[in-house]
């Protein structure tokens, strides 16, 4: 009797109401020219027509396992799930509404083959859905380069972060040996939103080989309602536990030489984007100091140098002019992080804010910090005597400061991000 071949790589997607991208999702995986993988699929109790579709694909292909949540736990759990029943030497993630590159596997496979390591990073296309897609890309994929010389977790985050290189901590476009998760006991975070912000430190400090391809094998989509695209109370809390569970990852771990210093400019990014929640959502976000978490992020807040946490917001000399020129007639374009930095910073400097505005302000929070944001265009009757602050990353500035000009603004000023103190 022939043996049975070892799987190579085991490929969990997690599912939940995604029946229109599904289809494209699976013939990805499944039109793969390498073919020794399996696929682990666990319906967490979907609503829609999810779950028939993957009856259809597990009645055809031998190599799909379906699982079924009994009722909907998340993301994390269902990857938790798989990766108890995961046979494969790797582990691959996919999310259900992303797609993958035909070739994916048979790079991989080439690379890890010749080259075993903890964890492969490789690179990804993003695809944006829904309103003004083309305006609203701002997220542009910082690229990796191949390097198949190992590194360990630790050295390659310190190095990235200490060279103001960004890191992604997304799952999905990573591979992991599935021995060093079990032997390290790694699992993702349950009932939290955004886990691989967590789960890419837990996995960085214990890695000990680390390796990286330019070839782009995966394909994010992003749209409009999804998790990573909006604002919420829950993204609140979750980013609250986040930051106080790596503190602990940071405290209890050996460092390496540099990672001190990666690891508060990680806490940073995220203690910023938790300031922006807080200012969408007030009343929502009362510090209980009860809980070990809120006690942690109330000594942060209250830091003296909580100021470090402003990364993009530094002004020259003729730029604060022209804005002291415009006191209380401020409009500020943008609510996001950086908008939020922008209004902390104008505020405790005495300049009193017009408003905050935004391009489409239905897939925006209703308000930011007591201000209430409004459409752009609402505000062309200002066009004259206001002066807009665009306060977007600047890789992002080009097609919303044509967009202010188009509609008549005369007074603008671009917020220089990469600039430094």
Same mark, same amino acid.
């Given at each position: 009797? @022939? ?31 390498? !073919? ?8 967490? #109790? ?7 579709? &993957? ?9 799909? %396992? ?26 691959? +993630? ?25 964890? $492969? ?6 695809? &944006? ?47 992991? %040996? ?8 790694? @699992? +993702? ?10 789960? &890419? ?5 214990? #890695? ?53 210093? #990666?690891?508060? %400019? ?5 203690? #910023? ?13 009362? $510090? ?85 944001? !409004? ?11 206001? $002066? ?9 500035? @080009? ?19 990469? !600039?430094?103190?």
């Amino acid at each position: 009797m @022939k043996k049975k071949e070892k799987i190579f790589f085991s490929i969990i997607v997690p599912i939940y109401n995604v029946e229109k991208y599904l289809d494209e999702c699976l013939k990805s995986i499944l039109s793969q020219s390498y !073919r020794n993988f399996e696929v682990i699929c666990i319906n967490d #109790a979907s609503t829609d027509n999810s779950y028939v579709i &993957l009856s259809k694909y597990a009645d055809r292909y031998s190599q799909i %396992k379906l699982i079924s949540n009994e009722m909907n736990e998340g993301l994390s759990y269902s990857r938790n799930r798989g990766m108890e029943i995961a046979e494969g030497d790797y582990i691959i +993630f996919v999310d259900s509404d992303d797609y993958v590159s035909e070739k994916m596997l048979s790079v991989l496979e080439g690379v890890l083959g010749k080259n075993p390591a903890d964890i $492969l990073n490789f690179n990804y296309d993003l695809k &944006l859905e829904g309103i003004n897609a083309a305006e609203k890309n701002f997220y542009i994929n910082a690229r990796y380069t191949t390097d198949l010389s190992y590194k360990t977790g630790q050295e390659w985050f310190s190095s990235a972060l200490n060279n103001d290189f960004p890191i992604t901590p997304y799952a999905w476009n990573k591979v992991y %040996k599935r021995t060093f998760l079990i032997q390290e006991k790694l @699992k +993702f975070y349950e009932g939290l939103l955004h886990e691989d912000i967590l789960f &890419l430190v837990q996995s960085v400090m214990k #890695a000990e080989k680390v390796i990286f391809i330019e070839d782009s094998l995966y394909i994010y989509r992003r749209r409009d309602g999804s998790i990573t695209a909006g604002k919420s109370e829950k993204k609140l809390d979750s980013l609250v536990i986040i930051v106080s569970e790596i503190w602990s990852v940071w405290k209890s771990n050996q460092l390496e030489a540099g990672m001190d210093e #990666a690891l508060k %400019k990680y806490m940073d990014k995220w203690m #910023a984007v938790i300031r922006t929640l807080i200012m969408c959502f007030p009343e929502h976000k009362e $510090l209980e100091m009860g809980k070990p978490e809120d006690q942690f992020l109330f000594s942060l807040m209250q830091t003296p140098g909580k100021e470090h946490i402003m990364q993009y917001v530094h002004f020259n000399q003729d730029e604060w002019n022209i804005i002291k020129k415009f006191d209380k007639h401020i409009i500020i374009y943008g609510a996001g992080t950086v908008g939020a930095e922008l209004i902390l910073y104008l505020e405790k400097r005495g300049i009193d804010i017009f408003g905050v505005a935004v391009s489409d302000k239905s897939v925006n929070t209703s308000q930011i910090a007591g201000y209430q944001i !409004r459409q752009i265009s609402e505000l062309i009757e200002y066009r004259n005597k206001a $002066l807009v602050i665009v306060a977007i990353v600047k890789r992002n500035q @080009k097609s919303v400061y044509q967009k202010l000009v188009d509609l008549g603004f005369e007074n603008i000023l671009l917020l220089d991000t990469d !600039r430094k103190e």
